[in-house]
C-alpha cells in the first residue's frame, strides 16, 4: 500500500449507530488531520494530530471523537450522529515542521480518496 | 473575516486554454495552493505559490499577485482528463489553511 488509505469508502448509518473511519499512511509523516467535505462548500478542517497529539478541534460536535494510536494510523469514531453530518470525510498527512511557535501548515497535503457517508 | 472566492463551475473545449481565479483575504499570508480533484478521488497537489510571479508545470501553471490578493491556475492544451474540480487554499499568518469551495472545471470535446 502507498499514500493514504481509507476504509471504508462508503458508509451509511442510522442515527442510533456507532461506527468507525480508519485512515492510514504509509508515507513517514508526522502530521494527520480529518477534513469534512460538502457539495459546494470550502474543505472544513475537524482535528489534527502533530506527533500523536491532537493541535486542532475545530469547534466539532462530540458525536466526532477522533483517535490517533501512532503516527500512521488515525480514527474518526462516530455516534448519534445527524443527517446534516452525511459528507465525504478525507484524511490527509504532511511532514510537518515545528517552527518554534507551532507547526507550519504551510507543506503539502497527501489526501486519501476519502469515505461517503451517509446518515439515514 | 477570511475569506476565498473562486468560481463554482467552468467549461472550456478540449485543447483550449483555460484560467481559473482565486481571490483572497486571510490575516496574514503565507502562500497558496492549488489542488486537483478529480470526482470520488483523492484532492493532489498541484501547485505551492508563496512569491509573486508565474510558475510552470508543464501544461499547468500558477501565478500568486500578492498585493491583489489574487491568483490564477492556468491549463493549457485541455485534455478530457482535466475535467475535474480545482480547489484554492490561501495559508494565514497561524499557517491555517483557509480553503476555497472549488471549481469545476467540465471539458467539452
Known amino acids: 500500500e502507498t499514500g493514504v488509505t481509507q476504509t471504508p469508502r462508503h458508509l451509511v448509518m442510522g442515527m442510533t449507530n456507532k461506527k468507525s473511519l480508519k485512515c492510514e499512511q504509509h508515507?513517514?509523516?508526522?502530521?494527520m488531520y480529518w477534513y469534512k467535505q460538502s457539495a459546494k462548500k470550502p474543505l472544513e478542517l475537524m482535528f489534527v494530530y502533530n506527533f500523536k497529539e491532537q493541535t486542532e478541534n475545530n469547534s466539532v460536535p462530540s458525536r466526532f471523537s477522533p483517535e490517533c494510536p501512532n503516527s500512521s494510523h488515525l480514527f474518526l469514531h462516530l455516534h448519534t450522529l445527524q443527517p446534516e453530518d452525511s459528507a465525504l470525510y478525507l484524511c490527509?498527512?504532511?511532514?510537518?515542521?515545528?517552527?518554534?511557535?507551532?507547526?507550519?501548515?504551510?507543506?503539502?497535503?497527501?489526501f486519501g480518496a476519502g469515505s461517503r457517508l451517509t446518515v439515514l | 473575516g477570511q475569506n476565498i472566492d473562486q468560481p463554482t463551475e467552468m467549461t472550456a473545449t478540449e485543447g483550449a486554454i483555460v484560467q481559473i481565479n482565486c481571490t483572497y483575504q486571510t490575516s496574514g499570508f503565507n502562500g497558496l495552493f492549488w489542488y486537483q480533484q478529480h470526482a470520488g478521488e483523492a484532492p493532489t497537489f498541484l501547485s505551492y505559490?508563496?512569491l509573486d510571479g508565474l510558475e510552470e508545470k508543464g501544461r499547468f501553471s500558477s501565478f500568486l499577485s500578492r498585493s491583489k490578493g489574487y491568483s490564477y491556475l492556468l491549463l493549457k492544451e485541455l485534455q478530457m482528463k482535466d475535467s475535474a474540480s480545482y480547489l484554492c487554499?490561501?495559508?494565514?499568518?497561524?499557517?491555517?489553511?483557509?480553503w476555497g469551495a472549488g471549481t469545476k472545471l467540465i471539458i467539452k470535446p
Open positions: 505559490n508563496v
Open positions: 508515507l513517514g509523516h508526522n502530521a
Open positions: 490527509a498527512s504532511s511532514q510537518d515542521q515545528d517552527t518554534g511557535t507551532g507547526f507550519s501548515g504551510a507543506n503539502v497535503l497527501t
Open positions: 487554499a490561501a495559508v494565514d499568518s497561524n499557517y491555517q489553511l483557509i
